[in-house]
């Protein structure tokens, strides 16, 4: 065995790499970022016949150097070293990007005390290169007097090549997973159920290239009416997914205190323009139907224009009045386009993964999709729209798509909704039932009334018919002309009031309706409410 002052042979040398070389391959496909660096440096450590070494990655704003890895020197990593790139041994490798050998370790050589602390008087270190650059710094040391040579410069790049190449590809593997899984647990698990509307999604990620930042949204809006969010990040990877995540939760929080879909993109824009990190742009197209579904409010950041679907016409492009993509500066301020939507319409949001190709225009696939919209039931609506736009074909880019019909009026059939029993539900009651009251033809007091009826019916069961076992709510809704019938069921035992000044709620209930009916039972309670449609009849 070679002492260690001395560089190993070239027949031990070459055994060395191939071990680095094997080890390579067989973690990429389990082990992660940091721990596949500490298995290549265990053989960076054999290689050179060294006490330490240890890898710092360049961070996403490219100024820092960061401990990811080390042996013998683990407390770099414990303590989330960072040097400045230009500072100090490491620093000084990432600028020149070449080898870089200290025969003398002290505070006027290396900016990081951990390895003064540790005892080191020789560090040869080498950039890590890719094709994009610098990826960061590979060194090594001794704790004795040792003479780094050309010889062992070599090889430590030759080494470095290995593990650079090895870090990309593995890191470049976790991010695209990352993103996905950050892409899919930011769409709708399910599109929500909303009286009166028929809703289908298709979500479809390009097989080459990474993840991209295509996102679609539906979520009810505290006036009563619903929000429809489709967009696309410009780029790729889990940047453009990340970017993705901070722009749908933005847009829901704007659209918590704002009906005007213009002014939720204006503001999203202002905010994207904020955003830490490299200037990010993104199309991004908000419309907001009223309770009565009757109109769609459109507001578009540079996206494609949906299309609509009336019974009886051919597909058409809405014309929206489009504004600059959100976090470009300047621009004309964004404006709203209304839509009336009548029953039985189709409207059709997508993203340009749909319709644009390699060698075509995008007009051209504009055309294929409107071609194929009819006005029909929406989930074999996208099947055959994804068939005849995507069919068996890779796609070059994600492609989402999102399909939304108005319900004839006669065809509004009843409203069952089983919610848990509990304070939180009572929301999502209410907006439901505003909606399929509005679809069947009610009158705005009388809206009004059983929401207030049916509502305190429903906080009855959460406050009284169950314990801490908790269980569940049922609404059930119809219309027996010239009447709405509401029944509220529940499978608990009742509790008594607690306090006094209790049991106002019947007195509510009585009050906003025409017939009130309870029935306490061993199964439960069942609550039934009974109001005209309209205003002049109800009195």
């Given at each position: ?17 191939r ?131 050309e ?79 489709i ?12 970017v ?28 994207v ?15 907001m ?27 058409a ?56 919209l ?61 909606g ?80 009130v ?23």
């Open positions: 065995m070679s002492p260690p002052d001395e560089p190993p042979n070239a027949s031990t040398s070459g055994d060395q790499l071990r680095i070389e094997s080890v390579t391959d067989a973690a990429l496909a389990h082990l992660n970022v940091e721990d596949l660096l500490v298995e290549l440096l265990e053989r960076v450590q054999a290689l050179l016949a060294v006490d330490t070494a240890a890898v710092l990655l360049l961070d996403a704003s490219g100024e820092y150097l960061v401990a990811t890895a080390a042996k013998g020197i683990e407390a770099e990593v414990r303590q989330g070293v960072r040097i400045p790139v230009g500072k100090g041994f490491a620093g000084r490798i990432a600028v020149e990007k070449k080898p870089v050998i200290l025969e003398r370790v002290d505070h006027t050589t290396v900016l990081n005390p951990i390895l003064q602390e540790r005892g080191i008087r020789s560090l040869l270190g080498v950039p890590l290169l890719n094709t994009g650059g610098i990826l960061g710094v590979l060194h090594v040391g001794t704790l004795g007097a040792r003479r780094f040579t010889e062992d410069a070599r090889l430590l790049e030759i080494a470095a090549d290995r593990v650079a190449f090895a870090t990309e590809s593995r890191r470049t593997e976790v991010e695209r997973t990352a993103a996905t899984v950050l892409q899919r647990s930011l769409l709708p698990t399910r599109l929500p159920t909303v009286p009166g509307l028929e809703m289908a999604a298709r979500y479809v990620t390009a097989e080459l290239g990474g993840v991209g930042g295509d996102w679609y949204d539906v979520f009810a809006t505290p006036s009563g009416g619903l929000c429809i969010v967009g696309d990040v410009v780029g790729r990877g889990l940047e453009a997914a990340a993705m995540g901070r722009l749908r939760s933005a847009v829901r929080a704007h659209a918590l205190y704002e009906d005007d879909p213009a002014e939720v993109v204006g503001r999203l824009s202002h905010q323009q904020r955003f830490d990190g490299p200037r990010m742009v993104a199309t991004v197209q908000v419309a139907f009223e309770p009565s579904l009757a109109r769609l409010h459109v507001a578009s950041a540079g996206h494609l224009a949906p299309a609509l679907v009336i019974p009886g016409q051919p597909a492009l809405v014309e929206v009045a489009n504004g600059p993509p959100v976090g470009v500066r300047g621009g004309p301020r964004c404006r709203v386009t209304t839509v009336d939507v009548p029953p039985g319409a189709l409207l059709c949001f997508y993203t340009d993964g749909l319709v644009e190709r390699r060698g075509s225009s995008l007009d051209v696939g504009v055309k294929r999709l409107c071609g194929a009819v006005a029909g039931p929406v989930e074999s609506l996208c099947a055959s729209v994804m068939g005849q736009l995507i069919g068996s074909e890779p796609p070059g880019d994600d492609v989402a798509l999102l399909v939304i019909r108005r319900q004839a009026s006669a065809g509004t059939g009843p409203l069952e909704l089983v919610m848990p029993a509990l304070p939180g539900s009572l929301k999502t009651i209410r907006d439901a039932m505003r399929w009251l509005l679809a069947v033809g009610a009158d705005p007091r009388v809206v009004v009334g059983l929401l207030v009826a049916v509502g305190e019916a429903c906080a009855n069961v959460v406050e009284h018919a169950y314990g801490r076992e908790g269980g569940m709510v049922e609404v059930y809704l119809e219309v027996q002309l010239p009447d709405v019938v509401a029944t509220v069921r529940d499978t608990g035992r009742w509790r008594p009031p607690r306090g006094g000044n209790r049991g106002r709620g019947t007195v509510f209930m009585h009050k906003c309706a025409s017939d009916r309870i029935n306490h039972g061993p199964g439960g309670t069942t609550v039934v409410i009974r109001r005209s449609l309209t205003e002049a009849e109800a009195r």
